[in-house]
C-alpha cells in the first residue's frame, strides 16, 4: 500500500547547506543529484532514498544510515573509487578543476537570479515596508 505524502511535510534544504559547509552553489548541486536519483538513475533503492528526502519524509544523513540505501550507495560508489584510483594525479588534477568549475558557474546562476528576482536581496519588489516614507505625508 502506497504512503499517502503528509502535505505538512516539506523539503528543507538547509540540511544540504549545513553539509555543504554553507556553500550555496554546492547544496543546489546536492539537491540536484538527489533529483537525479529521484528519477531512476541509481536504482530502485536510491530512487525511493531521494524521493523520501525531496518530499521532506526524512532527512539525507538519517536516510543514509538506512541500510538498504547505504547499501545501494557503496554500490554504486564502488566503480567510481576504482576508475578515481586508477587516473593520473594530473587526470585528478583535471576533474578536481572541472567541480570547481561547476561551483562556480552555480553560483553565477544563483547571483544572476538573485539579480533578476523581485524580492530578492537588494532588489525593490514594489512593497512598501512600514517603515518606507515614500508616499506618506504628517499633513
Do not use: C
Not at 540536484?32 to 529521484?38: H, Q, W, Y
Not at 540505501?69 to 576508475?83: G, H, N, R, S, V
Amino acid at each position: 500500500m502506497a504512503e499517502v505524502p503528509d502535505p505538512g511535510k516539506r523539503f528543507d534544504d538547509s540540511e544540504l547547506v549545513e553539509m555543504s559547509q554553507g556553500d550555496p552553489a554546492q547544496a543546489r548541486l546536492l539537491k540536484k543529484s538527489l533529483e537525479t536519483l529521484a528519477a531512476g538513475h541509481g536504482g530502485d533503492a536510491l530512487k525511493e532514498m531521494a524521493r523520501e528526502v525531496l518530499s521532506g519524509r526524512a532527512g539525507l544523513r538519517d536516510a543514509a544510515n538506512v541500510s538498504a540505501y547505504a547499501d545501494q550507495l557503496i554500490e554504486q560508489a564502488a566503480p567510481m573509487a576504482e576508475k578515481w584510483a586508477s587516473l593520473s594525479e594530473a587526470e585528478r588534477d583535471e576533474l578536481a578543476a572541472d567541480g570547481r568549475r561547476a561551483i562556480a558557474a552555480e553560483q553565477e546562476r544563483i547571483d544572476e537570479e538573485r539579480r533578476t528576482t523581485p524580492g530578492s536581496p537588494g532588489e525593490g519588489d514594489g512593497k512598501k515596508s512600514r517603515h518606507d516614507s515614500r508616499g506618506w505625508s504628517l499633513y
